[in-house]
């Protein structure tokens, strides 16, 4: 009977191994991640209009979730006026979702003091929120590409350089 123990090379390649295919494994599921397909919804305005996702289709457009209550969301909202004033000459489109907790007039009153340039939809039954993984924590921006697909979710404040490379690129194709 031997009493010797294996080798560091017999245990080591494996592990090895082992480690790559998790990597690949991480790294696919990673790229099928961003490739999401957007859910199909129909977004509400606070002027009333409905607004299809379907009808997005061909164009690169942002979904921030947001609430009028939301410290981060309040802050970050003069950066998101200037990003989609930057872009939106590029066919760039952004709805801003207010949460179902938010009261409505709330929302309004804020979107028109503020004199917001894009779409700000309600979300009063949380449907919208549900259709896109069930979004609890403000605020929650969704980067859609042309196809419809979900390249980008930032949870938090964006990293709005980073943002705009991504959004230049993808508008570019």
Not at 32 to 49: C, H, W
Not at 86 to 115: C, H, W
Not at 130 to 141: E, R, S
């Amino acid at each position: 009977m031997s009493t010797q123990t294996p080798s560091r090379s017999s245990w080591l390649k494996p592990a090895l191994i082992g480690a790559a295919v998790l990597a690949i494994a991480v790294a696919g599921y990673a790229s099928l991640a961003r490739s999401t397909p957007a859910p199909d919804v129909t977004f509400i305005d606070i002027k009333g209009n409905k607004i299809s996702s379907q009808n997005l289709r061909g164009k690169v457009f942002m979904v921030n979730f947001w609430a009028t209550s939301c410290a981060t969301c309040v802050k970050e909202m003069p950066q998101m006026v200037e990003t989609y004033n930057k872009f939106k000459g590029e066919g760039m489109e952004f709805i801003a979702v207010a949460m179902k907790y938010d009261p409505p007039n709330y929302v309004l009153s804020y979107a028109e003091t503020r004199q917001l340039p894009f779409t700000v939809a309600l979300d009063s039954a949380g449907d919208i929120a549900k259709a896109y993984g069930d979004v609890t924590l403000t605020p929650t921006t969704f980067v859609i590409d042309k196809e419809g697909k979900i390249i980008k979710r930032y949870v938090g404040e964006p990293d709005f350089q980073a943002l705009h490379k991504l959004l230049q690129k993808t508008i570019a194709g």
